[in-house]
């Protein structure tokens, strides 16, 4: 095929198809087809070179946290077993505390379709398991609302099929806040009866006070869990609506 045909056909490509086939998927096609992309970018003032540059860096830093993994593996195996635990507990600590900005970070390096890819691994996982999973799973809660976003955020639009899956795990993710609000409602109002009675039957004292107020805070936060299902329940339906 000559760059006069490749001229005609990339013509109609949009500026991310261009982008994709010449840096991840460059290895699949002809130089030639590589040139003509390159040279419509530029009539489209697209700055390749940038890009060019952001994607090599990418590559430099993906293969640094291959090696630190690799490092932290090798550390982590000489370790005995007690300081193992230990080591884990504080990374799977720090871990909790940074999971977003985690996530987000490995779906900036994603490409569109990678990150739909993703999502949809998450979203079967979760439907296998008829619920989220640790919060280092694939199908943590934390994961799949994270990853939602960013999918939000670049506006991408999904397939039927996706979105009926979706549906399924919001219906997954509408049970956990009802369970969870039903456990603050229940145990906020056995703590607050029980530090009433007792608090009545022998004049109070400070742990009384203190089941009191804690139940109340259990209480009106059941309460409001009740209140927010359904406004979360809707937010979920029209997120991609």
């Known amino acids: 095929m000559d760059i006069e045909t490749f001229r005609k056909r990339f013509v109609s490509y949009s500026d991310e ?3 994709l086939m010449l840096t991840k998927n460059a290895s699949k096609y002809n130089p030639d087809a590589l040139v003509v992309a390159k040279e419509i970018l530029t009539t489209r003032n697209i700055d390749i070179e940038t890009i060019f540059k952001e994607e090599e860096e990418n590559k430099l830093e993906v293969e640094i946290n291959d090696d630190e993994d690799e490092i932290e ?5 000489s370790l005995s077993s007690i300081d193992q635990i230990g080591y884990l507990s504080e990374k799977r600590v720090e871990f ?3 999971i977003e900005e985690i996530v987000e970070r490995n779906n900036k390096h994603l490409t569109d379709e990678e990150l739909i890819e993703n999502f949809e691994k998450i979203l079967d996982t979760i439907m296998k398991c008829c619920d989220f999973g640790d919060i280092t799973d694939i199908h943590s809660k934390e994961n799949y609302f994270i990853t939602s976003n960013s999918i939000q955020k670049r506006n991408l639009k999904l397939s ?5 899956k979706v549906d399924f795990v919001n219906m997954i993710a509408t049970r956990d806040f009802r369970k969870r609000s039903n456990k603050q409602f229940f145990f906020g109002l056995l703590l607050l009866t029980l ?9 109070g004292n ?14 009106l936060a059941g309460i409001k869990g009740k209140i927010s299902v359904k406004k979360q329940l809707r937010e979920l ?3 991609y609506s």
């Open 96 to 98: 909790e505390e940074n």
């Open 206 to 219: 400070m742990v009384m006070y203190g089941a009191i107020l804690s139940g109340l805070g259990l209480f």
């Open 17 to 19: 198809e261009l982008i």
């Open 237 to 239: 339906s029209e997120a």
């Open 73 to 77: 593996i090798k550390y982590i195996q």
């Open 160 to 164: 039927f099929l996706i979105l009926i």
């Open 195 to 203: 530090g009433l009675i007792f608090t009545i039957g022998t004049g």
